[in-house]
């Protein structure tokens, strides 16, 4: 089903999206200005894009309206998950390349460890929503309503 997938996508994005902000977090002290910036950019420009975006349009309500409440799906959130997501990547993987090898010993592999850990979450996350929604569904349909 596709509004499964849809629910389940959006919930692995948000939840490498929070693990993102807590890695920028503890790199706040070590690694000063990028650090910050993308934190703020990661906090703030989601919440705002979506803002803007559902001031502008009103959706038609989910099939799945539980989950779909649970995780807070929109097709406007997913969307702007997905381009953050698509962001995350292409940020964190360039500053992993312009970062300064002179500081500490294994700091300067920050980004890339960051980067690593944000895909595997919004993989390992994905998977496990998208079985526990089909899961759930199918124990609904075998239900005897008799």
Known sequence: MRE???ISKHAGLLCGRILLLGGLFLLIAPLPPVSVYLFVFFFLVPWLLSNILESKKTAAPPILS??????????????????????????????????????????????????????????????????KIHSYYMELRSLDFN
């Open 4 to 6: 499964q997938r849809n």
């Open 66 to 131: 539980s989950y779909a409440k649970k995780f807070h799906y929109t097709p406007i959130h997913l969307s702007v998950e997905q381009a953050m997501g698509r962001i995350a990547v292409f940020l964190l993987a360039s500053w992993q390349f312009f970062i300064s090898g002179s500081i500490a010993v294994y700091l300067h592999l920050a980004p890339g460890i960051l980067l690593l850990l944000y895909l595997l979450c919004r993989i390992i996350s994905t998977a496990i929503i998208r079985h």
